[in-house]
């Protein structure tokens, strides 16, 4: 069953019921002021971090789902409803939600009034322009009313939700015209301040909440003032600030109007925090004033339909621009629209936000994570080299000198968060990968001599290429008895924590270590992860080649021997005869073994066993992946580990606590499904490779949303297992590493098209039924257009490549380098 459809010209996913089985979100912003923004317009706003400078309220895990947002309500002669159905529901004649790239626009029409309401963050500007256009399609003139409504929240989200004996005093504003500031704390201790207004002039307004509800057991759907048309001018004085705005309208049949709210943030130097004079109109109780120049700027930038069209218009640019590196034309709808618009337009999500704020992740848990903004750069780094550049660079600052790492950092701090600290035995590896990858996109070497500080030693100089090296050996320097990756408080599974040991309530898994291991330095010196020895194999390549490029041929040597001699420990230790085991735990039993009661095999290792061809010459790679169609394929995509427990294993920690089918333990973690499709692609089984995708790929997932339940446009962290009660439910959906993964999956190993060192691969690994596909891709200042034929309907091989009509030796293009359009031109064979 589909709740709607997707509108590939304008690359928009439209929603043509607000019943949706969850709310379906969308992101608008990408570089200060961000927004989460549902299919009935629930969500919040916030600059830069989610935590430290929430600018809207939101209530998460709410009943029911999804109450609160920017809502506007229209009190039509006694009939009340809202645009977007939503809060309170009134059923509507017509309803539709567009949401696009930096964009959504929520259509609801009823008793002849139709209200279009666009919403979005103009680039480069710290607001959410959201235009309502008020239509009336009726026969006869209409008056009504229209309300808006935005919450404030006290800036700190974490505060604002838990320190009510303070915060409910706090609260400040300031009414001047129509619009409304929001300045709590603003005198004391904070430069930042926020506003929301419209270009009209207006009837009235509400700056407290329960003002506006009209009582406290009223809810979004019930506030007094709508209803009783008329609101009660209520000015803010702690409690819980709002702003609303009260507009009343009268259309001719046919007429429409237009107005403009902005919701917007901004930011004084210190010595221009107040205003020397108090306009004549302000409404305060305070004996100072706000400085608003940057707020009339602001307002100034987007008050008029014109400007609004301006500013949307550039927006669309700016993603067609970003949408145009990389576009392929593929015998498959589903693949174009994924690869062209929404995986892409989902990587900037991810790359932007990390792991903090979503439906499903509350924006005051985390900040930015180590692993995740790295393998995030993977999906990314094409479309904006110059931000993952200084992204890299912040991450890497945050990294210690001996190669560990800050698990997570605040954005706006950009400081490694002391509370999760640090020993998640994966974390450096992964920038590796990013360093590598950015280096592959762009050809800037440089970065290597950037110069890029450790966390324990601010001020010192150092490189980014000391940082690789000691993320290499940070690996190297801490193995285990068998001589493999010592797994410390967890690798990228962050719910396998072998030193954890924990049976009391309230101890996190991933910050808890038992104390039994305090005299070994804070976690067992037995425990090992196989899958971190196969990340190394995988990642360490690219750091020999690094070095290579360098001219450092005996640290190249040096490293490339750490390699094979990993890769032969992993042969030796980890392989259980037609798979990767997943560990040795603290007792130094295997995990993920045949000889295991319960998850006798788990997925992270074995593709990139598979892909650094670990016992490739005695058919591990074939027999790995050939176990994994076995026991963990299923109808809706690869589960993590199978048997899935039904015990709880003290010595796993958290994994073993989630009933089976759900999350690690089970779950179809679609991130590692990426790995698992990379790494048949590599085999050369373009076939599995792609059942794989498209079991997954949300395009695909389109005609069973209702049963898969998460948005059809974005993948999710997790769909429910074959275990699950919920077989096939997506959950966690946006946020999460399974974008940037899927993205390099199907671009680089299916379609084959991957920047290296040297130049760019083209080597597909595709459905044997298809004729071929077509692809541009922009790398390195140049364009290449690239047809792939494939006549003899194979999975893979590259027959012959040709550069503009020459032929090339092997499957990489060199790079021309002369800003020019080049054809390439490949036939399989
Ligand atoms: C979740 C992981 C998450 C971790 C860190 C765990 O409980 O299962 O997916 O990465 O917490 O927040
Ligand atoms: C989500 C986390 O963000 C990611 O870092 C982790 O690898 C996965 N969960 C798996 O546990």
Redesign the pocket.
């Known amino acids: 069953m589909k709740f709607g459809y997707f509108d590939d010209l304008r690359k928009e996913y439209v929603i043509n019921t607000p019943r949706t089985p969850y709310p379906w979100i969308n992101y608008l912003g990408n570089q200060g002021f961000f927004s989460l923004i549902s299919n009935t317009a629930g969500g919040y706003s916030f600059y830069m971090d989610a935590r430290l400078r929430r600018i809207t309220r939101y209530r998460y895990n709410n009943v029911p789902l999804d109450m609160g947002g920017r809502y506007f309500y229209i009190n039509d002669n006694g009939t009340i409803w809202n645009p977007g159905w939503s809060p309170v529901k009134t059923e509507l004649d017509e309803y539709e939600c567009r949401h696009g790239m930096g964009y959504t626009i929520i259509k609801g029409k009823k008793n002849g009034l139709k209200a279009e309401v666009t919403f979005f963050v103009p680039q480069n500007y710290d607001g959410e322009v959201q235009q309502v256009v008020l239509t009336n399609e009726g026969t006869e003139a209409k008056s009504f009313s229209i309300f808006s409504i935005a919450e404030w929240c006290l800036w700190d989200a974490q505060d604002d939700c838990t320190n009510f004996q303070r915060n409910f005093s706090t609260g400040r504003v300031e009414i001047e015209g129509s619009t409304i500031y929001h300045v709590t704390e603003y005198r004391d201790r904070r430069n930042h301040y926020a506003f929301y207004t419209v270009n009209d002039e207006i009837d009235g307004y509400d700056t407290d909440r329960d003002s506006f509800l009209g009582s406290i057991y009223n809810g979004w759907d019930n506030p007094e003032t709508v209803k009783a048309d008329k609101p009660s001018n209520s000015f803010a004085d702690g409690w819980s600030p709002v702003a609303s705005h009260y507009k009343k309208v009268t259309l001719a049949p046919g007429e429409s109007k237009t107005l403009i709210y902005i919701l917007g943030y901004a930011e004084n130097p210190q010595d221009k925090k107040f205003a020397s004079e108090k306009p004549a109109n302000l409404l305060t109780r305070e004996t100072w004033v706000l400085n608003k120049e940057k707020a009339y700027a602001m307002i100034d930038k987007y008050n008029t339909p014109e400007k609004v069209a301006a500013g949307l218009e550039e927006l669309r640019t700016t993603w067609d621009k970003l949408l145009s590196i990389f576009k392929v034309d593929t015998p498959d709808d589903k693949v174009n629209r994924m690869v062209n618009i929404w995986n892409q337009y989902q990587c900037m999500v991810t790359f932007n936000l990390s792991?903090s704020a979503s439906y499903f992740e509350s924006g005051i848990?985390?900040g930015m994570g180590f692993r995740d903004s790295n393998q995030d750069i993977l999906g990314f780094v094409h479309q904006i080299p110059e931000r993952a550049r200084e992204r890299l660079i912040d991450i890497a600052s945050t990294q210690l000198s001996d190669g560990g790492c800050y698990h997570q950092y605040q954005p706006l701090t950009k400081k490694g968060n002391a509370d999760i600290g640090g020993d998640f035995s994966d974390d450096p590896l992964w920038m590796i990968l990013s360093v590598a990858a950015y280096i592959k996109e762009t050809g800037d070497w440089g970065i290597l001599d950037a110069n890029v500080p450790f966390d324990d030693d601010p001020d010192g100089k150092h490189t980014m290429l000391e940082h690789l090296d000691v993320s290499f050996y940070h690996i190297v320097n801490n193995l285990g008895p068998h001589g493999l990756p010592l797994a410390m408080r967890a690798d990228w599974n962050?719910?396998i924590n072998l030193s954890c040991f924990s049976d009391t309530p309230g101890e996190s898994?991933?910050t808890y270590t038992n104390p039994k291991f305090k005299a070994e330095g804070g976690y067992s010196k037995v425990a090992e992860s196989a899958f971190v020895a196969a990340l190394f194999t995988y990642t360490g390549p690219a750091y020999v080649g690094i070095l290579e490029h360098l001219g450092k041929a005996d640290e190249a040597a040096k490293a490339q021997a750490e390699i094979d001699k990993m890769k032969k420990n992993t042969m030796e230790s980890a392989f259980d005869g037609d798979w990767f085991i997943r560990a040795y735990d603290a007792n130094g039993e295997k995990m993920g073994s045949k000889e295991c009661e319960e998850g006798k095999i788990f997925i992270e290792p074995q593709g990139f066993a598979v892909m650094s061809e670990i016992g490739k010459d005695v058919g591990a790679d074939i027999k790995t992946l050939n176990s994994i169609d076995k026991y963990l394929n299923c109808e809706f995509g690869l589960v993590l580990n199978n048997p899935a427990y039904t015990k709880y294993y003290i010595q796993y920690g958290?994994i073993s606590t989630y009933p089976g089918g759900y999350?690690?333990n089970a779950g179809i973690f679609t991130h590692n499904n990426a790995w698992i499709i990379c790494a048949e692609a590599y085999a050369g089984r373009g076939d599995k490779a792609f059942e794989y995708y498209s079991k997954i790929a949300p395009a695909f997932t389109e005609e069973t949303s209702d049963i898969h339940k998460t948005e059809p446009y974005v993948y999710g962290?997790m769909i429910g297992g074959k275990d699950a009660k919920n077989f096939g439910q997506g959950k966690n959906s946006w946020l999460t590493g399974t974008a940037a993964w899927n993205m390099v999956a199907i671009s680089q190993y299916i379609l084959g098209v991957k920047p290296e060192f040297d130049g760019l691969r083209v080597d597909p690994s595709i459905p044997a039924a298809w004729d071929g596909f077509t692809a541009t891709r922009q790398f390195r200042g140049d364009t290449y257009e690239i047809t792939i034929k494939n006549p003899d309907h194979v999975n893979k091989g590259v027959k012959s490549l040709t550069v503009d009509g020459a032929a090339v030796d092997g499957c990489i293009v060199p790079v021309a380098g002369d800003g020019k359009t080049h054809k390439v031109e490949v036939v399989l064979g």
């Open positions: 792991r848990g985390r962050d719910c898994f991933q958290e999350k690690e962290q």
